[in-house]
């Protein structure tokens, strides 16, 4: 049985930085490919970053790049979010998720396990 944690959420102002830690079990790590997530308060869940399995290849949504770097350690099974110059639009529930594959994909129907979610929110 997989299993997500995540943790690093919280309370921050505008302009500081933040990272996020997921730690996966119940998997061989290095077989899948892992993701975060986020979904802000009445909008959808949208991707954030993607990663491979050898973390040599990476997609950051548009309103990300530049600021966020996603990145594993396979020999820990954990993936990370560093997220940089956070803005108040930041703001929402991240989500880790994991799919069986080494690839890279965008699309939600990729992933079939989900971590129970950590808040971010950043203050003006």
């Known amino acids: 049985q997989v299993q997500l944690v995540e943790s690093g959420g919280g309370l921050v102002a505008a302009g500081d930085s933040l990272r996020l830690s997921c730690a996966a079990s119940?998997?061989?790590?290095?077989?899948?490919?892992m993701g975060w997530f986020r979904q802000a308060p009445g909008k959808e869940r949208e991707i954030v970053a993607t990663?491979?399995?050898?973390?040599?290849?990476?997609h950051y949504a548009d309103s990300v790049k530049g600021r966020f770097t996603i990145s594993r350690d396979n020999a820990k099974s954990t993936v990370y979010l560093q997220m940089n110059s956070l803005k108040p639009e930041d703001t929402a529930v991240y989500y880790c998720?994991?799919?069986?594959?080494?690839?890279?994909?965008?699309?939600?129907?990729?992933?079939?396990?989900w971590g129970q979610g950590t808040q971010v929110t950043v203050s003006s």
């Open positions: 119940g998997l061989t790590f290095r077989n899948y490919r």
């Open positions: 990663i491979d399995w050898s973390g040599s290849i990476t």
């Open positions: 998720a994991t799919g069986a594959g080494r690839n890279i994909v965008l699309a939600e129907n990729g992933y079939s396990s």
